[in-house]
T-cell receptor, first 107, second 115 residues
Framework: GQQLNQSPQSMFIQEGEDVSMNCTSS?????WLWYKQDPGEGPVLLIA?????ELTSNGRLTAQFGTTRKDSFLNISASIPSDVGIYFC???????FGKGTRLHILP | DTGVSQDPRHKITKRGQNVTFRCDPI?????LYWYRQTLGQGPEFLTY????????KSRLLSDRFSAERPKGSFSTLEIQRTEQGDSAMYLC?????????????FGPGTRLTVL
């Protein structure tokens, strides 16, 4: 079956730093989705990507649809405390999720 | 309409009891999905409906699990004879087939604890 691998599994950064995370798939996707989940809540859609090479921004977040169509990247610039949470990449339709990247911001 | 809602938010039950969860999707969305999420994992797909038709079920959905969407609006997920391994967050999501990427919008989840 399809698998999604997210990297890194966990990140500890200082407030104000930029963050990069990525996701790779065992098969080609035609849509990539990035979600953020806060503790005890459902995932919230951040960015949707529809075309290989596409670069899309949402405020301080920027995501890219990899040219191989088997990977995607999410960058967060100038991190702030409310960025803390778990970031999931996901594929289309029934949505296959990665295991998430846990972002921690050090005081 | 402010989004997907789920009820209850938390449920504690004893092993062997039956539980039922409800999901109310975004009103114009015709697709509704159920997922299960355990600690440290991403959500795992269980089943989805288009209108009232249940189109796909994961093999994770054992025969103790049943989902319905009788009028194509809200949905219920029932777990019979609960087991401790059923303890998880149960997430509901909805989407519209008119949206380009069928982006799913999630509810807050129902956290089930089986004692």
């Amino acid at each position: 079956g399809q698998q999604l691998n997210q990297s890194p599994q966990s990140m500890f950064i200082q407030e104000g730093e930029d963050v990069s995370m990525n996701c790779t798939s065992s098969s080609i996707f035609n849509t990539w989705l990035w979600y953020k989940q806060d503790p005890g809540e459902g995932p919230v859609l951040l960015i949707a990507l529809y075309k290989a090479g596409e670069l899309t921004s949402n405020g301080r977040l920027t995501a890219q649809f990899g040219t191989t169509r088997k990977d995607s990247f999410l960058n967060i610039s100038a991190s702030i405390p409310s960025d803390v949470g778990i970031y999931f990449c996901a594929g289309p339709l029934r949505i296959i999720f990665g295991k998430g990247t846990r972002l921690h911001i050090l005081p | 309409d402010t989004g997907v809602s789920q009820d209850p938010r938390h449920k504690i039950t004893k092993r062997g009891q039956n539980v039922t969860f409800r999901c109310d999707p975004i009103s114009e969305h015709n697709r509704l999905y159920w997922y299960r999420q355990t600690l440290g994992q991403g959500p795992e797909f269980l089943t989805y409906f288009q209108n009232e038709a249940q189109l796909e079920k994961s093999r994770l959905l054992s025969d103790r699990f049943s989902a319905e969407r009788p009028k194509g609006s809200f949905s219920t997920l029932e777990i019979q004879r609960t087991e401790q391994g059923d303890s998880a967050m149960y997430l509901c999501a909805s989407s519209s087939i008119r949206d380009r990427g069928h982006e799913q919008f999630f509810g807050p989840g129902t956290r089930l604890t089986v004692l």
